[in-house]
T-cell receptor
Framework: KNEVEQSPQNLTAQEGEFITINCSYS?????LHWLQQHPGGGIVSLFM???GKKKHGRLIATINIQEKHSSLHITASHPRDSAVYIC??????????FGQGTRLTINP | NAGVTQTPKFRVLKTGQSMTLLCAQD?????MYWYRQDPGMGLRLIHY???????AKGEVPDGYNVSRLKKQNFLLGLESAAPSQTSVYFC????????????????FGPGTRLTVT
C-alpha cells in the first residue's frame, strides 16, 4: 500500500463546478504539499501546510492531522485548471513522498 | 532569477550509452534532489544532496550516480543506460531555515524527458 493515496485518479468536470481532490497518508509527517503539473510542464507548488486550512484565489487546501487526510478544493473551476494535482508529504527532515496524482480535466 | 533549470530538456539514448543530466539553481539553496516520474507512479527520489560535496541515496538509486561539486549544480549520471531508465527526470532544491533544518518547500525544475531504446 502506498504511503500517500490520492482519489480520484481521474476527474472530469464542467466549467464552474466545485472540485474536491482527496489525499490520505499513513505515516507521520512534517508537512503536506499540494503541487500542480500542467501537461508537458514543470511542477509548481500550490500549498504547503501542517495544520488547518490555506486559501489562494479559488484554491483551498485543508488538512486533518488526526485523520491523516487532506483535501484540495477548486471553486468556480475553469478549463485552465486542467492539470495533474499531486499530493506529497514530508517525512523526517527533507524527503518528500508523493501520491500518484489526480488528473483533472475541466470542460468548457 | 532563473530558479531551477535542467539541461537537456529531451534526450534519446541507446542501451549502454552514458549521459549526464545537469541541474542548476541560482537561489543559493543548500538542498538539491533528483526525482524520476513514471506513468502510474508518483515521483520517486533517486539521490539528494544536503550541501556542496555531499550526496545520499534516495528510494531508487541503482543505475545512477550524482555529484555536487558546486553548490549551485547537481549532476545526475547514467553510466550504462537501460530501457528501464526511460522516464521524466525532475530536479528540485530547497533552502535551509537554519544550519540543520531544511525548508520543507521544494522548487522544481522543468524536467528532462529521457528515452532509452
Amino acid at each position: 500500500k502506498n504511503e500517500v493515496e490520492q482519489s480520484p485518479q481521474n476527474l472530469t468536470a464542467q466549467e464552474g463546478e466545485f472540485i474536491t481532490i482527496n489525499c490520505s497518508y499513513s505515516v507521520g509527517i512534517s508537512a503536506l504539499h499540494w503541487l500542480q503539473q500542467h501537461p508537458g510542464g514543470g511542477i509548481v507548488s500550490l500549498f504547503m501546510l501542517s495544520s488547518g486550512k490555506k486559501k489562494h484565489g479559488r484554491l483551498i487546501a485543508t488538512i486533518n492531522i488526526q485523520e491523516k487526510h487532506s483535501s484540495l478544493h477548486i471553486t468556480a473551476s475553469h478549463p485552465r485548471d486542467s492539470a495533474v494535482y499531486i499530493c506529497a508529504v514530508t517525512k523526517g527532515a527533507q524527503k518528500l513522498v508523493f501520491g500518484q496524482g489526480t488528473r483533472l480535466t475541466i470542460n468548457p | 532569477n532563473a530558479g531551477v533549470t535542467q539541461t537537456p530538456k529531451f534526450r534519446v539514448l541507446k542501451t549502454g550509452q552514458s549521459m549526464t543530466l545537469l541541474c542548476a539553481q541560482d537561489m543559493n539553496h543548500e538542498y538539491m534532489y533528483w526525482y524520476r516520474q513514471d506513468p502510474g507512479m508518483g515521483l520517486r527520489l533517486i539521490h539528494y544532496s544536503v550541501g556542496e560535496g555531499t550526496t545520499a541515496k534516495g528510494e531508487v538509486p541503482d543505475g545512477y550516480n550524482v555529484s555536487r561539486l558546486k553548490k549551485q549544480n547537481f549532476l545526475l549520471g547514467l553510466e550504462s543506460a537501460a530501457p528501464s531508465q526511460t522516464s521524466v527526470y525532475f530536479c528540485a532544491s530547497s533552502y535551509s531555515i537554519n544550519s540543520v533544518t531544511p525548508s520543507y518547500e521544494q522548487y522544481f525544475g522543468p524536467g528532462t524527458r529521457l528515452t532509452v531504446t
